[in-house]
Each structure stands twice: as C-alpha cells, then as structure tokens.
C-alpha cells in the first residue's frame, strides 16, 4: 500500500517561498512510469494542478504558477519538495501531494489519482 504524507510549514508570510515535502513509503518515487504531483485546494475552489515530476525526474508545471513553481525529488529518502516562491495570500490552500499512472493536469476529483497524501493546510499571512 502507498502512502503519501506532506510536510512543512502551516504559516508562511507574504513574499516568503512556501516549501513543502511529500515522503512516500510503500513504493518507490522512481518506479517506471508514475507521475508525483502536488495539487491545491483554496476555499472555495476546486482542485488545482501545480506540477509533477517524473519517475526519471522530469518536471512539468501549470503554465500560471510556472515562474513561481520548482519540484525536485531526493530519492535517497523518496521524497519529492515543492517550491512555490513570493507567495500571496491567494496562495492559502490545502496542499496536496498525489500519485497518478499519466500526466494529469486537470484535477476533477480525488479519483483522477490513485493515492493522495493527507492535506497540509498552508496560511499565507503576515
């Protein structure tokens, strides 16, 4: 069984770089053919594609958050950190890492992946 978890800070101020890490147990980050996305939910709205990265570390991001997104991976501890950089309040959300066999850049449900982390709630205030 796959198991996703998110890490990181749940306040971070205005302009600051948002950094959060997905540790994944129960499978490799490098297993052939699987896309490692982090997906967002803020009030109100529905789920948001950030960007992916690839069991050969590949990137690819959503074109509006493309300035300000980076995804690396360390795979000596199957992690993969997302990087979201002068953040602003609209940037509150629920942060998801999440798990898909293809590239999925469109997020209609939770059923779209095949395993979710948790949810880490991030708050951009000062």
């Known amino acids: 069984q796959v198991q996703l978890q998110e890490s990181g800070p749940g306040l971070v101020k205005p302009s600051q770089t948002l950094s959060l890490t997905c540790t994944v147990s129960g499978g490799s980050i490098t297993a052939y053919s699987y896309y490692w996305s982090w997906i967002r939910q803020s009030p109100g709205k529905g789920l948001e594609w950030m960007g992916a990265?690839?069991?050969?570390?590949?990137?690819y991001y959503n074109p509006s958050l493309k300035s300000r997104t980076s995804i690396v991976r360390d795979t000596s501890k199957n992690q993969f950190t997302l990087h979201l950089s002068a953040v602003t309040p609209e940037d509150t959300a629920v942060y998801y890492c999440?798990?898909?066999?293809?590239?999925?850049?469109?997020?209609?449900?939770?059923?779209?992946?095949?395993?979710w982390g948790q949810g880490a709630q991030v708050t951009v205030s000062s």
């Open positions: 999440a798990r898909a066999g293809s590239l999925r850049t469109v997020v209609t449900a939770k059923s779209d992946y095949d395993y």
């Open positions: 990265i690839t069991d050969r570390g590949s990137t």
